[in-house]
């Protein structure tokens, strides 16, 4: 098969197209053509070094694929309801990169009817990251209101809809203009410019005084004394990213007197179990609104295969709204 490979730590040009054997289907696995890939933050970070596969798992790089199931442990198939021919979308632990990847039955979901392979690879990563902790971590309810920071990402356009289609309502921050009418079109409530207002007077006037039920971060550092101002009594912060360092320092006073929650995860090296559950949860509560395109993907851009050096400059350029997605066909 063909895949993507990281030659070395480094740019984007260290990614090069390379052959390997066609992986196997282990016990409670499917084989899956893939159709389609898409591209998260952390596969930039495992590019440069500094975000290694965890034990067992591919060196390829990828979290997420659409394609068909070709083979795999048909006890465990027929248990899930799937058989061989079956368009899904699934979350893998790496090796998403390449015509052929394996994943875990329980971290596979079906394509939404009527949904393209390219859309449905832009589904899993985020949607399984949201879910856990904006609602599982963090546990948001309708009427709360969430604030989301890097509003445009694909991990922000996913729980803007997500949060609104949950009735509550959604704050986010965001670089320039046009990611902010971006995200209002999608249903965001408001959109702060971080490079132009400070966020958290700006919150507090949105709330008038009260803050925010839920904050979900990816950048840490100099964020998280910040976010800690911006929490209504009761309220939780959930950092998944520390693109802003990770080093923080906030008001542990202020933490005591509102009973304030500070939390954060990883997805990646959680159990199998733990995945399987997500999918569960997806496949009752999200998926239905998928089906019905209540919510929807946002892709940026698609690109071929062989452009995934490009895609990868393109992710580190900050200039897209939403998922970048790479197809071999």
Not at 59 to 69: K, M, N, Q, S, T
Not at 164 to 181: I, P
Not at 255 to 260: C, D, M, Y
Not at 297 to 302: A, D, G, N, Q, T
Request: with cysteine; hydrophobic share 45%.
């Amino acid at each position: 098969m063909k895949a993507i490979a990281i030659t070395r730590p480094g740019g984007p040009e260290v990614l090069q197209m390379i052959e390997r054997p066609d992986p196997i289907a282990g016990a409670g696995e499917c084989l899956i053509v893939v159709e389609a890939f898409g591209l998260n933050r952390p596969d930039v970070l495992q590019r440069k070094g500094a975000y290694p596969a965890p034990a067992g798992a591919s060196d390829l790089p990828g979290l997420e694929v659409a394609g068909r199931i070709v083979a795999g442990d048909a006890q465990a198939l027929a248990e899930a309801g799937f058989k061989l021919g079956d368009a899904v979308c699934a979350l893998v632990a790496g090796g998403g990169y390449a015509e052929l990847c394996t994943a875990p039955i329980g971290q596979c979901l079906s394509v939404p009817e009527g949904w393209s392979m390219v859309e449905a690879a832009s589904l899993p990563e985020t949607y399984f990251t949201v879910w856990s902790n904006v609602f599982e971590r963090a546990g948001l309810m309708a009427g709360e209101t969430l604030l989301v920071h890097g509003g445009s990402s694909g991990i922000g356009v996913t729980a803007i809809q997500l949060a609104k289609a949950m009735g509550a309502r959604v704050l986010v921050t965001v670089g320039n203009a046009d990611k902010a009418d971006a995200c209002l079109k999608l249903g965001a409530d408001l959109a702060i410019d971080y490079k132009q207002q400070d966020f958290v007077a700006e919150v507090a006037a949105a709330t008038a005084g009260r803050g925010v039920d839920v904050i979900l971060d990816m950048v840490a550092g100099s964020y998280v004394e910040r976010n800690v101002r911006c929490l209504a009594e009761d309220g939780r912060t959930v950092i998944i990213a520390v693109q802003g360092g990770v080093d923080a320092k906030f008001d542990a006073g202020l933490v005591l007197r509102r009973r304030l929650t500070v939390t954060g995860s990883t997805l990646r090296p959680r159990s199998l179990a733990f995945k399987a559950s997500i999918a569960r949860a997806l496949r009752d509560r999200v998926w239905p609104l998928l089906s019905r395109r209540e919510i929807g993907p946002v892709i940026y851009r698609s690109m071929p295969a062989d452009q995934t050096a490009a895609a990868h400059s393109l992710m580190e350029s900050g200039e897209h709204i939403g998922k970048i997605v790479l197809s071999w066909h």
